[in-house]
């Protein structure tokens, strides 16, 4: 088994290996190259259902997503998936998967099954190294905050989705959770910036208008920054992303096109900040 950074901040591609068919040496290889490099890139799997899920549970056990529509027989797999008569795309900004959630997802580990002839890359960024960026000021500041995160704006009834989208289940128990802003890796021990676009509504004790200028300068520092690394799916290709140190974008570039992807979410555990 072959490991290669595939960028400076974050990212690595694994060779050289059939992940259904891992050693426990190997998987814990694998768990300490997660953890540096945030995400990690399989090319040439071949990956049924119950391999996916066996994959899985050799990181964690599963968090089933309550939004997403599942695979049939599988309800641990949530399909994510795009029509070609679908505009909207799902996961179609920079985000971090489940940080609305009181203990956020561990990771994603997403299998190809059909792609469009071109486009739909998703793109990977390190919160770590977007943290490491800042002065130290900053740093000072965000130390002591927490933050408010929410589901309901984008799987709600308000979220904007076609009446006739029948991509997500019937949401039930949507709220909201509170996490430090920066948070430490449980795994690394590194300072992580946990904040993100699509989920986080304000600072605890700030109201949404006073947060809205350092959260939109925390978003444009990480999002315009050298932090982050486009994946190119093919045929066979899993991605594994760690969602506390990672965000992610899936592009919506292939208009007409079906696309549709298979996710496992891990559970992880609660966050601590640093202060």
């Given amino acids: 088994m072959r490991i ?32 540096e490099h945030g995400a990690l890139f399989f090319r040439g799997q071949t990956v049924d259902e119950q391999q996916h899920i066996e994959f ?13 529509t599942p695979v049939e027989g599988h309800p641990q797999i949530a399909q994510v998936l795009k029509e070609p008569d679908h505009t909207v795309n799902v996961g179609g900004g920079w985000h971090t998967d489940h940080s609305y959630d009181q203990v956020p997802a561990k990771g994603s580990i997403l299998v190809a099954r059909d792609l469009p002839p071109t ?4 793109r990977f960024l390190s919160v770590g190294a977007a943290y490491d960026a ?13 933050a408010h995160h929410s589901s309901e704006h984008v799987f709600g009834a308000k979220a904007g989705y076609d009446e006739d989208d029948d991509r997500f289940g019937n949401p039930e128990g949507i709220g909201g959770s509170v996490h430090p802003v920066v948070v430490r890796h449980p795994h690394t021990g590194r300072k992580l910036l946990y904040v993100n676009a699509a989920f ?21 520092h990480m999002a315009s920054g050298p932090f982050s690394y486009q994946f190119e799916w093919e045929p066979g290709s899993v991605a594994m ?23 496992i979410t891990l559970a992880g555990e609660e966050l601590g900040g640093i202060s």
Avoid: C
């Fill in 119 to 122: 486009g739909g890359d998703t």
């Fill in 56 to 68: 899985a549970e050799r990181f964690s056990s599963i968090d089933i997503n309550k939004f997403f």
């Fill in 134 to 146: 800042l002065s130290d000021g900053l740093k000072t500041t965000l130390a002591g905050l927490h």
């Fill in 200 to 220: 986080t509504t304000h600072f605890l004790g700030w109201t949404p208008q006073e947060s809205a200028p350092l959260l939109s300068f925390l978003y444009q």
């Fill in 241 to 263: 992303w760690d969602n506390r140190s990672t965000w992610h974008w899936a592009l919506n570039d292939y208009q007409g096109h079906r696309r549709l992807m298979h996710r």
């Fill in 4 to 35: 290669s950074q595939v960028s400076d901040h974050v990212g690595a591609l694994v060779e050289d290996v059939d992940i259904t068919q891992l050693t426990d040496s190997e998987t814990s290889v694998l768990v300490d190259a997660w953890g």
